[in-house]
């Protein structure tokens, strides 16, 4: 039996796990928490990330090591050899080497720096562990920057788009269609893919730049903001990304089952479209399970956390849907709801 | 969480598994054996079928009880509320009883019975726990039948057939394309679905037939002759099957979803198809795993069992694949091409 360690035991673990059992594939997680909703596909060890100790019982007598999160600290990646290697993990961890990064490869994002560079209004975020908003504010008069915060410029943009690849041991890169994202309040709500009038090729040649630059091994997500017919770099993750979980049911491979052939120095599969696909993210509370399985062609993904809000506990992907099916499932899935629920309703079926 | 509890904890146990678990469902498994391969995706009691404590253990706090083949011990079944209901299995695990069942409904079958109602040469086979081709001879001449055998007419078929269908709760019906499957030393080798020229809509008249005789809920096969233009029933398996692997790379919903769905109270899910496919056992020895991946939209399951001759470890879906590849994913799967490996090749692959 080939296992896999994972860093991190959150959804993106057990989506990975769900993957990789079918490959005949066995998982081991690392997560700080009991609860780690990917214990359900293999084993946990609970403890902190930087837990010597537990990252080498993590790593005894597995092919290979990953990670989940971009926040893992490096050292620890690097003293079990995870797969992403610590280049990609040291440039996402940092706002300002990140966007160095980019700037070094020709890679066009929005101004950053100082407010002197970026003008005004100006977004400030913390270089550090910012995460889905989390860490960042809207500057519109002139003031100093606290030690650890950087600037960008305030890019009034079209649209945010994302492109996810895999780089395999061997160089080749695959990509999937590029995606529509829809985010609100810092959290992501619908990826659309592919997006409309997609700049699939620019994209592509985005990522593969900053994949090839990095030695990269494994699936990555570069989000980018469309402006005035331009792409500009966002951000990247050294990992599989939820704004390509509609590849489990609209791609031919999904980013889970690429970035575990990758790692392990298989194959890649097809990135190809199946159909056109929606993703709709569930936050907070439960959802009316029902409703949602009745929609056309909707497939469910819970991740088995306990609802709380603001939390991604789940995500359903429409395959070629209409829009008012989308709007549908965007109203079950919301947070207002789906708040009172936390108990699935087929829970209560009784046994006949 | 929806706690689903199996009887049995092979192959098809964990298929369930893995297609619940997105849906938010739990799992815990019967099994005889604490090797049994669903312990990967859910809780595993050890246990003989019919030991009354475990199957109290197995139902304690589950939503629903089903069964994963289909000689659990009827009592056992009914003990516990198993869906789909006692019916099914009594018909299910008595071929005698299965064809009388046939016929009641006007179901054509070969006939059967003592050999003055089949004439020679005939198959003899015992009425219970028959599985792959194991309890049954051919018979040439005249003979005394032993106490527990039933004749059937050796029927010249054309082809085998298949038809795989679910029932809800409430009578609705969903069927998937017809498949054809290719035996060899009574073990299943390859679906193709659909069936070249599929006899979709006499094979789903003889399906629902039975699926409303019995009051089914869940999944059901029935597997097929075609001789001279017509269909005769052969056997049905209460249960979700294999000629149906194939519609978890190739249908909108998989039979394993589908069946969770029906026995849960939940609507159906979509039966059509996503692509033609190709469905080949992997049998006996671990296959090359690489070499496998490699094939064009390839999808590879295996079910982490030990590699033993003859036994069914995983199946590759090819999805609307040239004949070309066909053959080489048979040859590649088959047991004289694998039996002498042991490890994927996969787990030899380093970290880097």
Request: aromatic share 4%.
């Amino acid at each position: 039996m080939t296992l896999v360690a994972c860093i991190g035991g959150g959804q993106l673990g057990r989506m990975l796990g769900l993957a990789g059992l079918p490959l005949g594939l066995s998982f081991r997680f690392l997560d700080p928490s009991p609860d780690a909703c990917a214990r359900e596909v293999g084993e946990l060890v609970v403890a902190p990330y930087d837990d010597r100790d537990a990252l080498d019982r993590l790593a005894v007598g597995a092919a290979v090591v990953t990670y989940e999160f971009e926040n893992v600290p490096v050292e620890a990646a690097a003293g079990v050899k995870a797969i992403p290697g610590p280049r990609a993990l040291e440039h996402g961890q940092d706002r300002l080497s990140e966007k160095e990064l980019f700037r070094s490869l020709g890679i066009p994002t929005a101004r950053f720096g100082g407010l002197e560079e970026t003008g005004l209004p100006a977004l400030v975020k913390t270089r550090r562990l910012g995460y889905d908003g989390k860490g960042q504010r809207r500057v519109d008069r002139d003031e100093p920057l606290e030690d650890g915060e950087l600037a960008e410029e305030l890019v009034a943009f079209d649209r945010e788009l994302s492109i996810v690849g895999v780089r395999a041991r061997d160089g080749e890169t695959r990509f999937w269609p590029v995606g529509e994202n829809v985010h609100r309040e810092g959290i992501l709500r619908v990826t659309r893919a592919p997006a409309r009038d997609a700049p699939q090729v620019e994209a592509e040649r985005i990522c593969t730049r900053l994949l090839d630059a990095l030695g990269y091994v494994g699936v990555i997500a570069v989000e980018l903001f469309e402006a005035g017919g331009r792409l500009l770099a966002n951000e990247f993750a050294p990992r599989v990304h939820n704004t390509a979980h509609w590849t489990i049911d609209g791609a031919e491979t999904s980013q889970f089952e690429n970035h575990l052939r990758a790692i392990l120095g298989l194959p890649l599969g097809s990135t190809a479209l199946r159909a056109p696909s929606v993703m709709v993210n569930v936050i907070g509370g439960i959802p009316p399970v029902e409703e949602l399985l009745e929609l056309p062609r909707a497939h469910l993904h819970l991740y088995g956390k306990a609802p709380r809000p603001g939390r991604k506990i789940g995500h359903v992907t429409l395959v070629d849907p209409d829009e008012e099916t989308v709007a549908r499932a965007v109203a079950l899935a919301s947070e207002e709801g789906g708040e009172a629920r936390t108990t699935p309703p087929h829970s209560r079926v009784p046994p006949s």
